[in-house]
């Protein structure tokens, strides 16, 4: 019996070894696109690892932005900058509520902003953010909120990630891997991509109904709450905001009345500040145009991000 219990005891570990061996080779390796369960997108697509690394040296600043890609492609950090008012920018692509808590979690202490601005795009509010998660782990150095927050997931995917990251840092370190070159998309210190490109007339005037049943995950208002709760114990102001999208996406999207009447009601019922320029009167006060202004239906250009964020300062929201 007790040389049974033995080798099933070495089985166990060996399979252990193996697993993470494989995790180890495959998200190292060209053919980890044909793994759908493990994933690695270090130096990839929002430029995550630059702003991860560069958000270990900031600190003691007057604004943090949070938030999805509406984020770091709408506000525009050389704009505050040249009005000395100091900001960073954390948004990375598809951030759901669960990963901005985690990302505040761990910087709130060490970036100690003065207010935290965080967007709450509709978009963040259906899925579970996995994409996001397995995008912040694969660019940084890998702390305990981390392991938290792949774990909150209870998906294989996220800590098959974490794994990998873990031990790729062994080979290609994040403090000197390299940012691939993504075309059109220049990156500024301070954690803003910018992209001059305008969307196409074709893609405006064929702009499609966003009618799906979709339902809101109740994960991320828990989420939504505990970010709320994280700044408050840290004595430091939560502003919830809404970047500016298309008209066309507006109109075209079946469900942002509904979204925008709950979290309208989470606004008051906390008593949170909630800055809404995602409505077609303030898309209009600010000036923006769905042709000159956008690069897709859902995202600012340069020109665009620039234009909104001097009407932040000047009408007072950012001062």
């Known amino acids: 019996m007790k040389k049974f219990i033995k080798q099933i005891t070495y089985f166990f570990l060996m399979s252990i070894g193996i697993y993470f061996l494989s995790i180890i080779v495959i998200a190292n390796s060209p053919i ?11 130096g990839g697509y929002g430029h995550n690892l630059i702003r991860l690394r560069e958000a270990d040296t900031v600190k003691n600043i007057d604004y943090l932005f949070i938030g999805s890609s509406h984020v770091y492609r709408g506000f525009d950090v050389t704009v505050f900058k040249a009005n000395d008012i100091n900001v960073f920018n954390l948004g990375s692509s598809a951030q ?5 808590y985690f990302l505040l979690k761990q910087y709130l202490p060490k970036i ?3 207010k935290v601005i965080m967007d709450v795009y509709w ?7 996995v994409e996001s998660t397995i995008d912040i782990l694969s660019n940084k150095k890998l702390v305990e909120e981390d392991l938290q927050m792949a774990l909150s997931h209870k998906n294989i995917v996220p800590m098959n990630t974490y794994f990998a990251s873990l031990f790729g840092n062994l080979t290609n370190d994040v403090t000197t891997a390299n940012q691939l070159q993504v075309e059109n998309d220049i990156y500024y210190k301070g954690g803003y991509v910018n992209r001059d490109s305008k969307i196409k007339a074709e893609v405006l005037k064929n702009t499609p109904q966003f009618d799906e049943n979709e339902s809101y995950n109740d994960v991320q208002w828990q989420y939504l709450i505990k970010c709320y709760e994280l700044c408050r114990l840290h004595d430091i ?14 109109s075209n999207t079946k469900y942002y009345n509904e979204y925008t009447t709950t979290i309208n009601n989470f606004c008051q019922t906390n008593k949170l500040v909630f800055l809404d320029f995602c409505t077609l009167k303030q898309i209009e006060l600010i000036g923006l145009s769905s042709a000159e202004h956008y690069y897709d239906l859902s995202h600012l250009n340069k020109f665009g991000a620039e234009k909104f964020c001097n009407f932040l300062i000047t009408n007072g929201y950012i001062k």
């Open 112 to 114: 100690k902003p003065k």
């Open 123 to 129: 978009g963040g509010f259906l899925n579970e953010g």
């Open 237 to 250: 102001e939560l502003i919830l905001t809404r970047v500016p999208v298309t008209k066309e996406l507006i």
């Open 96 to 100: 759901a509520p669960r990963n901005s």
């Open 32 to 42: 980890k696109q044909y793994i759908p369960n493990i994933k690695l997108t270090r």
